[in-house]
């Protein structure tokens, strides 16, 4: 079985689609997601990168494309009226439904509920266009995917989801991860949704 790591921030547009392309990538391939939630804004502080610094021209054409792709792969993508947006407690709350939802080594079980409340977050901001920032937003997301959205919350707020978050962060600027999302093969590293063709190219690959 090979593994895909994918990192991902709530607040890329990217992101937004391959959580949903990804695993049916993974699915034809006999392989699995590793979801790693990690902070962008943070890792984006460490250098001189700005997501907003872009012409209006530039941004009319990239908002224009991502309507593109919607069309082209039937995901329901609408702009959201908060761009960017605060994503820390969303990012939390995937590690403690891991957490939560499976022992450390049953990666099945764990990959399931991170993939659920990822994609449940997606789809609340990326196409409902609801504020992820919010903390009770977050609960309400997550009890309608099937977590007690309450409890879930509280453990992202803790100290050791805080810690993880920062630790996955911090091992994507390691690993030299620039942007979101990124996913990795081994060791091989490809950035972009637009490359999730090589991603699949690779996994088909013999080891």
Known sequence: MRFVDFYFDFSSTNSYFA???????????????????????ALFRGTSFDVMAMTPRKARYLWRDHARYAERTG????????FPIKTSSALRAVLAAGRTSAPADNHDLRENAQ????????RAYWERDEDISDRGVLASIAS??????????????????????????????VRGVFGAPTFFVGDEMFWGKDRLDFVEQWLKRPE
Do not use: Y
């Open 19 to 41: 959580a949903f392309l990804l695993p049916e990538i993974c699915a034809r391939n006999d392989a699995r997601v590793n979801w790693m939630p990690a902070h962008f804004a």
């Open 75 to 82: 995901l329901p993508f609408r702009k959201p009226s908060r």
């Open 115 to 122: 993939r659920a409340i990822s994609q449940a977050f997606m």
């Open 144 to 173: 309608s995917a099937g977590f007690d959205g309450a409890t879930l919350m509280d453990i992202a707020d803790a100290k050791p989801a805080r810690d993880e978050l920062a630790a996955l962060t911090e091992t994507a600027v």
